[in-house]
């Protein structure tokens, strides 16, 4: 047993799912999907040996990471691009979530916890079904969440309104602060709404966090 016995798998099962809802670009454990204004991420994440034992689970077991990063919102990453198209790795997304373990899993020699690790045995006897219980969460509940990022008003919202829920949502910081800011200010100003991209982007800037895109001279020199 292998990691190269799970990515086979993975590409066996899952791929011609995602395949099928739009995804396009593909690596072993990362699939990548393409809209005007956003980027849908579902990464297989793997674990070395640290990690492995301090979780308590195996190096083929994996965690399901979706993300969803927002294109009209400025920053240095993601630097990895494929045919001219940015990939974004999830944990760059402005909004990500965790799929939970779908399937009752006896693990007596492990002190695995955690219900979002999908546990592989050593022997991979367990490889098969797993994968295949992936595949179905992901399709009865992982691809349905990317659906509400289709609505920008809802997006907005999201941002102005609801907090981080580490079950479900997350990534976007607390509610206020400048990373919060940062992201109402952009998107808002993408959608027209400009009294309310000032108030936010201010907020941001004078955090200290961020810079403006146009220094002051050169705002200056525009007028």
């Not at 490889?127 to 992936?134: C, D, K, P, Q, R």
């Not at 829920?165 to 800011?181: C, E, Q, V």
């Amino acid at each position: 047993m292998d990691s190269n016995q799970v990515n086979k798998e993975i590409r066996q099962r899952i791929r011609p799912l995602l395949k099928s809802r739009g995804f396009s670009q593909f690596t072993a454990r990362n699939s990548w999907r393409f809209h005007d204004d956003r980027i849908d991420v579902i990464n297989f994440r793997s674990f070395n040996q640290y990690m492995a034992t301090l979780l308590g689970c195996t190096t083929f077991s994996f965690a399901i990471n979706l993300g969803c990063f927002l294109t009209c919102i400025p920053q240095d990453v993601p630097k990895k691009s494929r045919d001219g198209l940015r990939l974004p790795e999830e944990y760059q997304c402005h909004f990500r979530c965790g799929l939970r373990r779908s399937i009752w899993q006896c693990i007596r020699q492990w002190r695995l916890r955690r219900p979002d690790i999908w546990f592989i045995d050593r022997k991979g006897k367990s490889l098969s079904a797993v994968v295949e219980a992936a595949k179905t969460r992901l399709e009865q509940d992982g691809l349905t969440w990317f659906e509400r990022f289709s609505n920008r008003d809802e997006v907005l919202r999201i941002l102005l309104e609801e907090p981080e829920n580490m079950r479900r949502l997350w990534g976007f910081g607390a509610n206020p602060s400048p990373i919060r800011s940062y992201l109402v200010g952009h998107l808002a100003s993408a959608m027209g709404k400009n009294e309310l991209a000032e108030e936010h982007l201010a907020a941001a800037w004078q955090s200290g966090r961020f810079k403006p895109l146009v220094s002051e001279e050169q705002a200056e020199e525009r007028l």
